[in-house]
């Protein structure tokens, strides 16, 4: 088995190595843990500089990444939420915002654009 995954406790590794023949290596992996949660693909209109960016939430790394693609190539990756508790999941609401669902019960986080709300800016 290949793979760029590591024992949490020691941080060794757990696959043989991280190609093999016949196998394509993956688009993109995080060397520190992130332990994925949510992703969202953004088509919405609220934040039109980010249409088309995947974001992704994460458990242990309490963070939610924005990836910027081009194609199928990961051009750039932004932390845009650290540390503010372990994201469940990502979603685009009806509204065209982000909406951020963290493990604490009833904790949900909402991304606006500059501004606020408005859409007249």
């Not at 994925?36 to 790394?61: A, T």
């Not at 540390?83 to 991304?111: H, K, S, T």
């Amino acid at each position: 088995m290949v793979g760029y995954g590591v024992n949490y406790g020691t941080g060794s590794q757990i696959h043989v190595g991280t190609h093999r023949e016949g196998m394509e290596p993956p688009v993109h992996y995080w060397r520190s843990t992130l332990a994925p949660s949510g992703l969202l693909i953004y088509m919405g209109d609220r934040f039109p500089q980010w249409r088309g960016s995947m974001f992704v939430g994460g458990l242990s790394s309490q963070a939610l990444v924005r990836l910027t693609l081009t194609g199928r190539i990961i051009t750039d990756e932004e932390v845009l939420v650290r540390n503010q508790g372990r994201i469940r999941d990502v979603r685009q609401g009806p509204d065209g915002l982000i909406y951020l669902v963290f493990e604490d019960p009833g904790m949900v986080a909402r991304l606006e654009p500059p501004g606020g709300t408005n859409n007249d800016q």
